[in-house]
């Protein structure tokens, strides 16, 4: 096992409110977790708790992150620092953020490189240029030379990819790489992280808002709610038996099943905070009991946390 | 069906002095009342252009706009004005469209004020009863822009473009920066809208964004439409080489599609980098000579379908999906 | 000024005591300026023969200076021209300024280029020393001040202004209106400028107190020479005289006026600036709110 959290909790400094209410999943090597969920579910926050690049807004409060046996969340920052980037590599949101507009694209990538480990610049070069023609950049050379602006989004996206996996990590986190790109181009990003991801035999983490992003190319997949994880499990089996009404829902409401007309609500109420469920104001199954926590039921990998939830049933 | 909207043979260009660009070229398109017409296309296609385009907010340099019948190309603002109660528009961009100093209640009377001679204990009624239609909480009609979330400030946008009732409603990329709930929900607030009689257009930046309420589909390519039908016979078989494609690029749930697709090279260009010939010929996987001199025109195919490629008489247009 | 006083500075503003003490301020000069004649109508052009340039006393909390007049009058007569002078300028200034704006802003194209090749132009001289030159070539009279330091402001209210309805236009703010079937009088007139003049509302007392500091200049310098009398920077270049002697109180007192009724209007200004940083104008990125 590569990478396992267990029950992470957050909590926002200024009033302690839980921005993470003990998020858990595990990811395999070899296989690609998706992590799914609502804009404000928490999916960013997992991965920049993970990797200690939580804003001063927030803070750890509680749970472990396991990686290569040691616990992120108890390493000191320098350790941190020195594990991303080399062993754990991140691919963030909007890649023109990440990428540094006063420095040129080929020295970036040298600069990624010579800061975890000496190494030669003529090295370093031959890397960077094989790293960008394997992610499909075409004339890597002149690439290289260019400035962050002069690219288009998705030849940004690619070097993005590249600087996470130029070290050679073992996890790869990429929180929503495709935001905001072109479908087409979206496809093209993602099949060169799925490649990329399998070719190497590495662990990786997808974070999106897309139930089709995971469906189509990830193994498995953890949706989160407000600020937990609601549902985990191999994606066929997800898929094919949901137990979980808010997975249900997201699966019901994709385009290709999506019936209009219907007349029901889908968004809205809030989440609900206090003991309860919070889930509750938004499902249609709720009853008494969920005004407590529900229980993590589960069969083996696949497990839900509700008071209805029967896995494996149909 | 009465033809509420149309465009004949429109074309645009965009941009200042010796940087214009033609946006749209030669477009012919109409959306009848209850029903809801799907434009699909990604960047650079030209989406924006076409829905101001059947609103008139920017004037064609060729062809014709009508609406309700009547040639609106050239009418003058002043005259326009009034016809904006009956055709309105919600922008892709859901924050800046809105004064930030109203609440949601101010912006979505607004139209009311402008148009209509109710008292304000009547608009007061009108908006309560639409933002309860729209699933709006009443203390969030109290506040600001500022105050509200994306998906909460689209409705709030949607509500100010159907609050006079109108016959034409255009929406760019609606759902673009909306949670799948929040989406799923704008979708069947339009598909009631239909049931009740409005035409809609609507953008999309793939198929699946506009699928589940569109009765028709048009894709657009570089300014171009490049196929259009009935969305049902689109999705069950595209002729289009690039709705091929973005069909295939579509993410479904269905499991059983994993890994197999049409994949495109390159990323779809803007209007200056057009190549003579087809639009599409560059990115191509099926493009011959012929379809990088020779310009195609949608040709009508069938009883309901127009495709703009050299390929589809001779039924060569579709692409084996590869692995 | 150490960290921690200027937190607590800004603890102060954040309760409203920034406005509370500018307000104060400038209230209590013009309550002063008002109730001078009438509380003590000989002050200003009395002439104590028998105590020139006199130590601040109880009988001349100020002082005299060196004709023997109160300096304390005379400080707080000068308020009235730290009050004119500067809502004179702004007069001038956003009269002329905004609508050039305006309509540069809207309109783009020519007119907005003429304007921007203005203010680059303007831009390269050091403003209050142009205000001076402006002055000097049309002759020393209080009007001429005016007018000059107006003009200078209204270049710079130009900008503001043209730049906040050019944001508004990119942000799609100004079709989505005209989408509605809003005419562009109605636009401008109940959105437009409102909220441009809360965006820069903290700007014009900035500005003014920019006016007043060039207006004292002037009078220092002796350019304004109409002024003299008593404005306070004439007041100051006169006393100045008599510094070395010893003599400080006739050149400190109007000084520290000065000083006081700018920083009213700086911390006015600040403060107004912080209020309104809460709810931006479209496309400004600086709503708070929403889902994060």
Redesign the interface.
């Known amino acids: 096992m590569l990478l396992d959290v267990q029950d992470l909790r957050v909590e926002r400094v200024a009033d302690g409110a839980p921005a993470l209410a003990g998020v858990s999943f595990r990811v395999v090597k070899g296989r690609i977790l998706g992590l799914v969920g609502e804009h404000g579910a928490g999916k960013s926050l997992t991965a920049s708790a993970i990797l200690g690049l939580l804003r001063p807004a927030a803070r750890v409060v509680g749970g472990r992150a396991l990686f290569e046996g040691q616990d992120l969340l108890r390493m000191s920052d320098a350790d941190l620092t020195r594990l991303r980037g080399a062993r754990i590599g991140f691919v963030v949101q909007s890649g023109h953020a990440t990428l540094d507009p006063s420095t040129r694209v080929g020295a970036q990538l040298i600069r990624a490189m010579s800061i975890h480990r000496p190494i030669v610049k003529a090295e370093a070069a031959w890397r960077a240029e094989t790293i960008m023609s394997s992610m499909g950049i075409p004339e890597p050379r002149q690439r290289m030379r260019e400035w962050p602006h002069e690219l288009t989004p998705s030849t940004v996206q690619r070097v993005v990819v590249a600087l996470a996996l130029i070290n050679e990590p073992q996890l790869l986190i990429a929180d929503e790489p495709t935001a905001g790109l072109n479908i087409t181009t979206q496809m093209q990003i993602l099949d060169l992280l799925h490649l990329e991801l399998r070719r190497r035999r590495i662990g990786g983490v997808i974070i999106t808002r897309d139930l089709g992003v995971v469906a189509q190319y990830c193994d498995d997949v953890a949706v989160m709610f407000a600020g937990q994880v609601v549902e985990q499990g191999p994606v066929a089996q997800v898929f094919a038996r949901p137990a979980h009404p808010f997975t249900r829902t997201l699966i019901a409401i994709m385009p290709d099943r999506l019936a209009t007309g219907g007349g029901r609500a889908y968004g809205g109420p809030l989440p609900e905070s206090g003991g309860g469920c919070p889930y509750r104001p938004r499902c249609d199954q709720a009853a008494e009991r969920c005004a407590t926590a529900p229980p993590l039921v589960g069969a083996g990998v696949h497990a839900a946390r509700c008071h209805f939830a029967r896995i494996g049933a149909a | 069906m009465t033809v509420v909207g149309e465009l004949r043979r429109v074309s645009v260009s965009l941009g200042p002095g010796e940087r214009r660009v033609a946006a749209l070229t030669r477009i012919d398109m109409q959306v009848e009342e209850g029903r809801v017409l799907g434009v699909v296309g990604e960047s650079g296609a030209g989406k924006s252009s076409l829905a101001r385009s059947f609103l008139r907010l920017v004037a064609p340099e060729d062809g014709a706009v009508l609406f309700e019948g009547s040639d609106i190309t050239a009418t003058p603002e002043r005259r326009l004005r009034r016809l904006r109660s009956r055709m309105t528009m919600v922008f892709r961009d859901a924050t800046t469209v809105l004064d930030p100093r109203l609440t949601a209640r101010a912006l979505i009377e607004e139209p009311l004020r402008l148009h209509t001679g109710m008292g304000s204990g009547e608009r007061r009624a009108a908006v309560d009863a639409l933002a309860e239609r729209l699933r709006l909480r009443p203390a969030e009609l109290e506040r600001r822009p500022g105050e509200l979330g994306i998906d909460r400030l689209q409705l709030v946008n949607v509500g100010r473009a159907i609050v006079t009732q109108p016959r034409l409603l255009v929406l760019d990329e609606p759902t673009r920066d909306l949670d799948t709930a929040a989406a799923a929900d704008l979708l069947n607030l339009l598909a009631e809208l239909r049931t009740g009689g409005m035409a809609i257009v609507m953008t999309g930046h793939d198929i699946a964004a506009v699928q589940p309420v569109a009765d028709r589909i048009a894709v657009l390519y570089l300014g171009e439409i490049v196929e259009e039908g009935a969305t049902a016979d689109i999705l069950r078989d595209a002729l289009h080489p690039y709705t091929q494609a973005l069909l295939s690029a579509h993410l479904a749930a269905d499991l059983t599609r994993r890994g197999r697709r049409i994949r495109l090279r390159g990323e779809p260009p803007t209007p200056e980098d057009r190549t003579p010939g087809c639009g599409f010929a560059p990115r191509c996987p099926i493009a011959e000579n012929r379809c990088r001199s020779g310009a195609p025109t949608p040709n009508q195919v069938g009883t309901d379908r127009r495709v703009a490629c050299l390929r589809v008489l001779e039924g060569t247009s579709r692409i084996p999906l590869t692995r | 000024m150490t960290a921690r006083a200027m937190r607590l500075l800004r603890g102060l503003q954040d309760r409203g005591l920034g406005v509370a003490f500018g307000l104060l301020v400038l209230a209590g000069f013009a309550a002063a300026l008002m109730m001078r004649p009438v509380v003590w109508p000989q002050g200003l052009a009395f002439e104590d023969a028998q105590r020139l340039l006199a130590f601040p006393s109880l009988r001349q909390p100020m002082g005299t200076d060196a004709n023997g007049r109160d300096v304390l009058a005379r400080v707080i007569d000068g308020a009235r021209y730290a009050f004119m002078v500067p809502l004179a300028a702004l007069v001038v200034g956003i009269g002329l300024g905004a609508p050039v704006g305006l309509a540069a802003g809207l309109r783009g194209g020519s007119l907005d280029l003429l304007l921007r090749r203005l203010l680059q132009g303007v831009g390269l001289v050091p403003p209050m020393l142009l205000a001076m030159a402006l002055v000097s070539a049309m002759g020393p009279s209080l009007w001429h001040v005016v007018v000059a330091i107006g003009l200078l402001q209204a270049v710079g209210f130009a900008r503001a202004m043209r730049d906040h309805v050019r944001a508004m236009h990119d942000?799609?703010?100004i079709?989505?209106a005209?989408?509605?079937?809003?005419?562009v009088l109605r636009t401008v007139m109940m959105?437009l400028l409102?909220?441009t003049l809360?965006r820069i509302a903290g700007e014009i007392p900035r500005q003014a107190a920019w006016a007043l500091g060039t207006l004292a200049a002037m009078g220092f310098v002796g350019i304004a020479t109409a002024t003299s009398g008593t404005e306070w920077g004439s007041m100051i270049r006169e006393g100045t005289e008599y510094l070395l002697a010893g003599q400080w109180w006739a050149a400190l007192f109007p000084g520290l006026a000065l000083l006081l009724f700018g920083a009213a209007l700086h911390t006015l200004a600040a403060s107004l600036d912080e209020r309104l940083l809460?709810?931006?104008?479209?496309?400004s990125g600086n709503?708070?709110?929403?889902?994060?």
């Open positions: 942000s799609g703010f079709e989505g005209a989408a509605i079937g809003s005419p959105h409102p909220n809360a809460l709810r931006g104008p479209p496309g709503s708070a709110g929403g889902r994060g």
